[in-house]
């Protein structure tokens, strides 16, 4: 169980010492708080410890993770903890607002972040991908003055991209999808045909839709490069 605690000794004129031990389980939502009084001086009765345990009524409690990462493991696990409990309880969150018919529609491409440990995703056509739910994360940036990235009519056949080759913000993006346990993550500059304006009018129509259907949406609020 992961605690975090806090240990404070005090002097005492009749017990050679009290501590005091407060335990708080974020992942658990457990309290625990330990006394301890050591016997007093001359005494041979032994060491007494009371220990007392309770959860907070409240499920919404704030949980701090212990590390100072952002792309550390805990980091990941609670931010799993906060997108589970919020699909499962928070009515928004189950798409219930989008229409049926529209719940199961998917943005024409997909970057594929199966293989990104080796250094590279893949830009997968939806129509080709196994019928049934498909989960995928969104992400919501601000594009850069220096757009160096996109996909266009030239490099359609690259399906195959290095993660060098990506700007920090989206190798962050592609990491992030990863340590939370997914696959597909949906980027507007490389899912869609920049300079089709055939496609990119069609999918802009439908942007809401595929942010609404993301399972989560990651927001970047600034980039100097796109």
């Known amino acids: 169980m992961l ?5 404070l000794d005090v ?3 009749t017990y050679d010492l009290t501590v005091v031990v407060f335990k708080q389980s974020f992942y658990f939502r ?3 708080l330990e006394i301890q009084l050591q016997t ?3 005494s041979e009765e032994t060491s007494k410890r009371l220990r007392v345990e309770w959860s907070p009524k409240s499920s919404h409690t704030h949980r701090c993770a212990t590390s100072s990462r952002t792309d550390s493991e805990d980091i ?3 931010a799993n903890g906060v997108i589970q409990q919020s699909i499962q309880h ?4 189950k798409r219930e607002f989008v229409d049926k018919e529209s719940r199961g529609y998917l943005p024409l491409r997909l970057v594929d972040v199966q293989d990104c440990e080796n250094g590279v995703v893949d830009i997968v056509s939806t129509a080709k991908l196994p019928e049934g739910a498909v989960e995928y994360l969104a992400l919501s940036h601000c594009w850069g003055s220096k757009a160096e990235v996109k996909l266009t009519k030239t490099n359609l056949a690259n399906t195959r991209l290095s993660l060098t080759t990506l700007p920090p913000n989206f190798q962050d993006t592609v990491s992030i999808t ?3 346990g997914m696959r597909y993550i949906w980027i507007d500059s490389i899912c869609i045909v920049q300079d089709d304006e055939k496609e990119w009018e069609l999918q802009s129509t439908y942007m809401g839709l595929i942010y609404a259907n993301a399972r989560c949406v990651i927001s970047v609020s600034f980039e100097a490069v796109a």
């Open 3 to 7: 605690f975090r605690s806090s240990r």
């Open 11 to 13: 002097s005492h004129p």
């Open 30 to 32: 457990k309290s625990v």
């Open 40 to 42: 007093p001086r001359g």
């Open 76 to 78: 990941a696990q609670l």
């Open 90 to 93: 928070h009515t928004l969150c």
């Open 178 to 180: 990863h340590k939370l």
